[in-house]
């Protein structure tokens, strides 16, 4: 079966600055897929980056990219010159090659402030 | 923008009343999951489905039921409902090996 966990349960960060939410997966299969996704207080969760295993190549959308590090099963997120907006709870995501279900992370609360 | 709408966004209703929670994507998506998540804490997947006629149990035990008639609708039924069934539930759906796209949620409270 496989797991992702979420080890940091909130993180603090002040705007402008960078933060790095950290995320670990365990699985036994070789292509797979990698999400975060986005919840803002009381608003919709959205797709914030996706990486898809057999590119080494790491994400990048606008401030925000990945870490993916397939060897040691670790797929962080780092947010640069971080906004109000981005406060939110951050969920990684896990989703087989062979494509059955979504399996997400216990989730990260990060607070941007002034 | 992802088109995927869920129905009512919020419900109050009353302990051993029947409910139907609504969701219906128009993107063409073979699959749909319902998630359970209490307010900022984790997604629990509670059912999901893969097309039409097909329904699974998620991670977590529900007492709900699901079913998938058609392609965009995956409604979620509580027979009698209980304040333990107090919660958010989220509908998603995607394509396959493709990220999923999250409804705006329902937000049920049982009294």
């Known amino acids: 079966a496989q797991t992702v966990t979420q080890s940091q349960p909130e993180m603090s960060v002040q705007e402008a600055e960078t933060v790095t939410l950290s995320c670990t997966y365990d699985t036994s299969e070789n292509n797979y897929y990698l999400f975060w996704y986005k919840q803002p207080p009381s608003r919709q969760m959205i797709l914030v980056i996706r990486q898809e295993a057999y590119k080494q190549q790491n994400a990048t959308e606008n401030r925000f990219s990945v870490n993916f590090q397939k060897a040691a099963k670790s797929f962080s997120l780092k947010i640069s010159d971080s906004q109000l907006g981005d406060t939110a709870m951050y969920f990684c995501?896990?989703?087989?090659?062979?494509?059955?279900?979504?399996?997400f992370g216990t989730g990260t609360r990060l607070q941007v402030t002034l | 923008e992802a088109d995927i709408y869920q129905t009512p966004r919020y419900l109050v209703i009353g302990t051993g009343k029947k409910i139907t929670l609504e969701c219906s994507q128009t993107?063409?998506?073979?699959?749909m999951y319902w998630y359970q998540q209490d307010p900022g804490m984790e997604l629990h997947l509670i059912h999901y489905?893969?097309?039409?006629?097909?329904?699974e149990k998620g991670d977590l035990s529900s007492e709900s039921t699901v079913s998938r008639i058609r392609t965009e609708h995956f409604p979620l039924t509580l027979e009698s409902a209980r304040p333990s069934h107090t919660s958010q539930y989220l509908c998603?759906?995607?394509?396959?090996?493709?990220?999923?796209?999250f409804g705006q949620g329902t937000r049920l409270t049982v009294v």
């Open positions: 489905s893969y097309g039409v006629n097909s329904t």
């Open positions: 995501a896990f989703l087989t090659g062979t494509a059955s279900k979504l399996t």
């Open positions: 998603a759906s995607s394509e396959q090996k493709a990220e999923a796209f």
């Open positions: 993107m063409g998506h073979d699959k």
